[in-house]
């Protein structure tokens, strides 16, 4: 697939807006596709429950016994407790840790809502780890975490540490001996350095701070130049593009402050001072306030 408007191959899908969009120019090269994801329905407005679809977010994959009409805690205050019953018996005893794990797993995804690769990914590195296994409450939590962050790696979705942490409240030290306990089940996941194009984090800076699409597009044209300058190499991904969106700001009279726009990626103003200060002497791009 190549783009119309400047010629470039550098395609990617963008799976909140259902699009393929080109990372050299901005441009939506297609839109409204075909959804190819699973079907799905909030249980009791709390956890998702899928069906007519293999998926890893429920602990019989989708594929269980007979749902009962109605809500769930409503059945309950009135008296039914046979409604609990049924609940429970649908769950084999070696498998009722798992649900648990995968319960929990749903909530901390409400909370950031990835794409749905993300939580299919993570749903199964739970259930590959905690199967038949008899983990503390704690350590689940830890292993529930790391899956998620593992998922977003595994998928080549850029998402930074310092914002992921932040968006779940989490510790930093609990996600790393998730990930411990994930690579001892699982020997084959191994973690690369983040070595992620400055575009993709693009879209996320501009869907963070509300921008207009035309600052999507300048701060894609800016990072390209870059590129062809040889001045993007070796330098931190999310800082680039933290600060090719501050310029690009600027530069279409969108202007954000510093501060605003490091956050949307957990770095601080002097990131995006120094990476900014960078791209205007590199580049050669006269800025005049």
């Known amino acids: 697939m190549k783009c119309p408007h400047c010629g470039s191959?550098?395609?990617?899908?963008?799976?909140?807006?259902?699009?393929?969009?080109?990372?050299?120019?901005?441009?939506?090269?297609?839109?409204?596709?075909?959804?190819q994801g699973f079907e799905g329905f909030l249980k009791n407005n709390n956890t998702p429950r899928y069906s007519g679809m293999f998926t890893n977010m429920v602990h019989d994959h989708g594929v269980g016994g007979t749902e009962i009409s109605g809500c769930f805690m409503q059945h309950l205050k009135?008296?039914?407790s046979w409604v609990r019953v049924n609940s429970e018996i649908k769950v084999e005893k070696k498998d009722r840790k798992l649900k648990?794990?995968?319960?929990?797993?749903?909530?901390?995804?409400k909370l950031i809502n990835p794409p749905p690769a993300v939580k299919e990914t993570a749903a199964k590195l739970v259930h590959e780890v905690v199967k038949d296994k008899n983990y503390k409450e704690s350590t689940l939590r830890k292993i529930i975490i790391a899956a998620i962050y593992l998922s977003y790696r595994i998928n080549d979705t850029p998402k930074s540490l310092k914002v992921f942490i932040s968006e779940l409240n989490v510790d930093e030290k609990d996600l790393w001996e998730g990930v411990r306990l994930i690579?001892?089940?699982?020997?084959?996941?191994?973690?690369?350095?983040?070595?992620f194009d400055p575009r993709r984090y693009v879209g996320y800076i501009i869907r963070k701070l509300s921008a207009p699409p035309i600052v999507e597009t300048m701060a894609n044209y800016i990072i390209s130049v870059?590129?062809?300058?040889?001045?993007?190499s070796g330098k931190s991904p999310t800082s680039?593009?933290?600060?090719?969106?501050?310029?690009?700001?600027?530069?279409?009279?969108?202007?954000?402050?510093q501060v605003e726009v490091a956050e949307t990626v957990g770095l601080s103003d002097v990131a995006i001072r120094n990476a900014y200060g960078s791209i205007i002497k590199d580049v050669d791009i006269e800025v005049l306030l």
């Open 240 to 257: 680039l593009a933290a600060a090719a969106v501050y310029l690009a700001g600027i530069l279409t009279n969108n202007k954000r402050n």
């Open 78 to 80: 009135q008296g039914r």
């Open 226 to 232: 870059s590129e062809e300058q040889g001045f993007i």
């Open 100 to 109: 648990k794990a995968l319960q929990e797993l749903n909530e901390y995804l």
């Open 9 to 35: 191959s550098n395609i990617i899908f963008d799976p909140d807006s259902n699009s393929y969009i080109c990372q050299s120019c901005g441009l939506v090269v297609e839109e409204k596709l075909t959804y």
């Open 183 to 195: 690579r001892e089940s699982n020997s084959n996941i191994k973690i690369s350095r983040e070595n």
